[in-house]
């Protein structure tokens, strides 16, 4: 559930879902989409995300033109694909390129969250893949933003293995000596968080972001408990030693950047 | 091929408490099996059995997910779905294998990685990503076998296998029906049109490319289709084992490199 009700990627207006006051987009863009009246962080699409984080201009796309199919004929997911791309004004669920942040050249990818909820099927699976094993040929670090509601069940058996294979893209990138930087923001679950995003070198996350497995509802059903406090949220996961840094959005480009340098320093 | 079996119908056989569970074809099949537990970090977890022993002869290292026979060892087994604690007990047996030399069999059924506060708390989805990384770059080959309800990641954090193997009554999900049935129509009733939609049979997988082999069941006992299984996982090793570590490395990652559609 995002927390302004925008249905755009730039309306010009959004009202915040948790105090309810009105706010102009270009004001929010400016406060980094975090609500100036209560403090409430935003989802941002990707391209949002990419304006905060890369250097002007900097953004080299790759992969942008690929398209998800419909390998098992799955019902209405052609539907879901045509509607997503405009909720999202992107034709996946992820945006992959390299950039620079802070002047430190990186790879990265950003997942969108307007997108069928980030869910990974083929394409993100397979742009994803390719951009760490570009980031392997090249020596670049990975900076990855992460947000997904799990695998996309649409693409079937395809979907689940996209958890294997980009663990093995990860891997041969970790084995060739580079830095994989995941920040997880909100919400990070299901596959994403059985894969890639629970396998950064560093793990960040931004205040209060929904990060878990299993999700909230389906343990509270299973078990017939009531869920603690705080559940699954980003302060949860530092708690339980999952997660290195919380950040708060404003910095996060900041600490990134620092922790470039410090990787990209050869003895 | 039995096509006029109706996907569910596979659901429903590979979940039926008459089937054997991952432990039985361990122990028919591996001789002079010694099981080891725990994961050095937590706890053990009844859901995977997992130790050494010998295959025709030659030791390996097997891993199973196991259900229970009777009620109370059930409950203690929580109903063969694996904790973080069950996954990390199979990674550091698969490590052990690593240094060892020996290869890795994996015996796959669940409904999925068990669900629970307990189980977030101690970071089900970094153990599932663990096994998932290692097992891509396990220097031994690594045979996985669906022998039951394959349940989504849940099941694939012991599937990264050179060769994966089903048995033709053995599914093999992204998600449960039920779970997709209420999830897109709001309604778990609908089940049987998500097995269908979902494409989630042995026979499915094996045009898919995601699996190497189906092994059948028609008119077999259990022995004789665990017998069957192992005379193709023993052949199967064989030719593992004649591989460069390089070659065996680049043909696992290569493998699964090519799934998708797009």
């Known amino acids: ?267 | 091929m039995s096509d006029k079996i109706k996907p569910y119908e596979r659901v429903q056989a590979a979940r039926s408490n008459a089937r054997p569970s991952g432990g039985y074809y361990l122990k028919r099949m591996i001789d002079n099996f010694v099981e080891l537990h725990g994961d050095r970090r937590y706890g053990e977890d009844g859901a995977i059995v997992g130790g050494v022993g010998f295959l025709n002869g030659r030791p390996v290292t097997a891993i199973a997910m196991e259900r229970g026979a009777t009620i109370e060892e059930r409950m203690q087994r929580h109903f063969g779905c694996p904790t973080p604690e069950g996954y990390r007990k199979a990674l550091r047996l698969m490590k052990q294998a690593e240094k060892f030399k020996r290869p890795v069999i994996c015996f796959i059924g669940c409904s999925g990685a068990y669900c629970g506060v307990d189980a977030e708390e101690r970071g089900q989805g970094e153990a599932i990503a663990e096994n998932l990384f290692e097992m891509m770059g396990l220097k031994v080959p690594v045979i996985s076998v669906v022998v039951g309800e394959g349940g989504s990641g849940g099941a694939l954090a012991l599937g990264v296998g050179d060769t994966v193997v089903m048995l033709e009554n053995a599914v093999y999900s992204v998600i449960s029906p039920e779970g997709c049935a209420s999830i897109l129509w709001k309604d778990s009733a609908k089940a049987a049109d998500a097995a269908e939609a979902l494409k989630l049979t042995a026979y499915d997988l094996n045009k898919f490319g995601a699996i190497e082999k189906v092994i059948e069941e028609k008119g077999k006992t259990s022995e004789e289709i665990c017998d069957d299984l192992k005379e193709f996982i023993v052949k199967e090793l064989d030719a593992k084992r004649k591989k460069s570590t390089k070659d065996l490395l680049d043909e696992r990652y290569n493998k699964f490199r090519k799934m998708g559609v797009y």
């Open chain 1, 1 to 267: 559930m995002s927390i302004f009700n925008n249905k755009t990627n730039s309306p010009d207006k959004c009202t915040c879902k948790k105090c309810g006051v009105e706010v102009e987009s270009s004001v929010l863009s400016q406060s980094a989409y975090i609500c100036p009246e209560c403090g409430t962080y935003m989802r941002m699409g990707a391209l949002q995300r990419l304006e905060l984080i890369a250097d002007n201009k900097s953004f080299k796309e790759m992969d942008k033109s690929m398209k998800s199919k419909n390998p098992l004929n799955f019902p209405d997911y052609n539907d879901k694909i045509e509607k997503a791309m405009t909720a999202s004004g992107l034709n996946e669920g992820v945006i992959c390129g390299t950039a620079k942040v802070d002047g430190n050249p990186c790879a990265i990818f950003i997942m969108d969250s307007n997108f069928m909820m980030g869910s990974m099927g083929s394409v993100v699976g397979e742009k994803i893949t390719r951009l760490f094993e570009k980031a392997t040929e090249k020596n670049l670090p990975v900076v990855g933003f992460c947000t997904s509601g799990g695998a996309r069940m649409q693409e079937g058996i395809y979907s689940l293995m996209q958890m294997a294979k980009v663990s093995g893209a990860v891997k041969r990138h970790s084995d060739s000596g580079n830095l994989y930087i995941a920040v997880l923001t909100d919400p990070t679950t299901g596959g994403v968080t059985a894969s890639f995003a629970m396998l950064g070198d560093i793990i960040m996350a931004e205040p209060k972001a929904l990060i878990g497995f299993a999700g909230a509802r389906v343990i509270e059903q299973t078990t017939g408990k009531k869920l603690p406090d705080g559940f699954q949220r980003a302060e949860f996961m530092l708690e339980h030693g999952f997660i290195d840094i919380i950040e708060e959005r404003p910095r996060l480009k900041y600490t990134i950047s620092k922790l470039l340098k410090m990787h990209s320093h050869v003895e």
